[in-house]
């Protein structure tokens, strides 16, 4: 009896001890899924053609948001200090198939969260995206088409991410927070496709104000370094740039009153290769805004005016006007169905790749103009 009685209690004080341990860390699997359908106009004939325009009836996915699922854990270690992670991968909900080429493309990274700050390391998203993302309409609610020319401020983070990096974010320190990344290049010249970036912001009430600046040494050159996923076309023919250096900067502001927010933003971005090639430089403006008209239905609008300029072309510079507008309806807290138009209209430039107008994600226009209809449906889990 005795012997039953000690056997008991140890079980029971296991139990504890375990379910205790249990309490402390926790793990959990979430995701999105985006798709719908999508009409874009003015794209190549299957030939390839630029001369012969069609336009595009597709389903699609990704369309406001990249489907994605992941996990993410953390685990107290006391003293306000904890282990967390995360591990993201994007895939095409239409065929199954993973984005990137790689497990875990989007994010994955493990780190060490305190009262302070936070410092991780792996593969992450740098300042640029987390201060001025937040500002624009193609990092919160307008999503993938609404992204400036080409993404090359990736201000959605989808275009590329740093890898091998490791990052500090602050705490909240009333309303002002900052942050840096520093991405290795991991091979022995040191700054070979390596990256940085800084980034602050403030927030008190609905004002929301941000500022960034994001450099890449070597962008391309060096398939272990820092950003490896990045894509630029040569204007002269049209082959993939590598061993760019990218710099990245900008500043924006946004302020929600009662049921709207307003956003406006600037970011420029100038890529430089040999000296042969020259260098291009693009700045971008945004003005965006959004109303909930009912807790369940909201509109979205935003507008950008881009000028784009390089050094190794005599023609003038390209002038890109892109409007953009959406409705979304919730029908429950994680799923939403969306209707969206976004239409770019380019002047100036050469015939090139520019002046043809490119909305982000669609073929590029054989012409100076292009228009994007999508609907869709999105889940979050």
């Known amino acids: 009896m005795k012997k039953n009685l000690i056997v008991t209690a140890i079980a029971a004080l296991a139990a504890s001890f375990a379910g205790a341990a249990n309490a402390q860390s926790s793990v959990t699997l979430y995701g999105l899924i985006d798709a719908g359908f999508t009409y874009v106009n003015n794209v190549p004939a299957t030939d390839g053609s630029d001369s012969i325009k069609g336009s595009s009836f597709q389903m699609k996915g990704g369309n406001v948001q990249m489907s994605r699922w992941g996990v993410r854990g953390a685990e107290d270690l006391g003293g306000g200090m904890k282990a967390i992670f995360t591990l993201e991968n994007g895939f ?30 792996g593969r992450q998203t740098d300042s640029v995206t987390d201060y001025l993302g937040p500002l624009s ?14 993404n090359l401020d990736n201000l959605n983070g989808d275009d590329f991410r740093e890898n091998n990096s490791i990052k500090f974010q602050s705490a909240n320190y009333a309303g002002f927070s900052f942050s840096g990344l520093y991405g290795f290049s991991n091979v022995g010249n040191f700054a070979a496709n390596r990256a940085y970036s800084i980034g602050a912001g403030y927030a008190n009430a609905g004002l929301k104000l941000g500022l960034a600046y994001m450099q890449g040494n070597g962008v391309g050159g060096n398939a272990r370094g820092a950003i490896t996923d990045f894509v630029f076309l040569n204007n002269d023919d049209n082959q993939v740039a590598t ?21 406006a933003l600037w970011t420029q971005t100038r890529l430089d290769r ?9 700045n971008n403006y945004e003005v965006n805004g959004r109303y909930a008209l009912t807790p369940a239905l909201s509109l979205g609008a935003a507008y950008t005016y881009s000028r784009y300029r390089d050094s190794f072309s005599s023609d003038a510079a390209v002038h890109a006007h892109q409007f953009g507008v959406q409705t979304d309806y919730a029908l429950s807290k994680r ?3 969306y209707a969206e138009g976004v239409v770019q209209i380019a002047s100036g430039g050469d015939e090139g790749v520019y002046p043809a107008a490119g909305i982000n994600a669609v073929p590029t226009s054989t012409s100076s103009r292009q228009v994007v209809v999508s609907t869709g449906i999105r889940h979050r889990f």
Do not use: K
Request: no cysteine; hydrophobic share 30%.
């Open 274 to 282: 040999n000296s042969s090639d020259g260098s291009v430089i693009t």
């Open 335 to 337: 799923t939403d169905i």
């Open 243 to 263: 061993d760019v250096r990218q710099r990245t900067f900008g500043a924006g502001a946004s302020y929600s009153i009662g049921a709207a927010t307003f956003g």
């Open 137 to 150: 309409a193609t990092g919160t609610w307008g999503g993938t088409y609404f992204a400036h020319p080409s």
């Open 92 to 121: 095409d909900v239409t065929n199954g198939t993973s984005i990137g080429g790689s497990g875990f493309g989007r994010q994955a990274f493990v780190g060490l969260s305190t009262n302070a700050g936070t410092v991780t390391l």
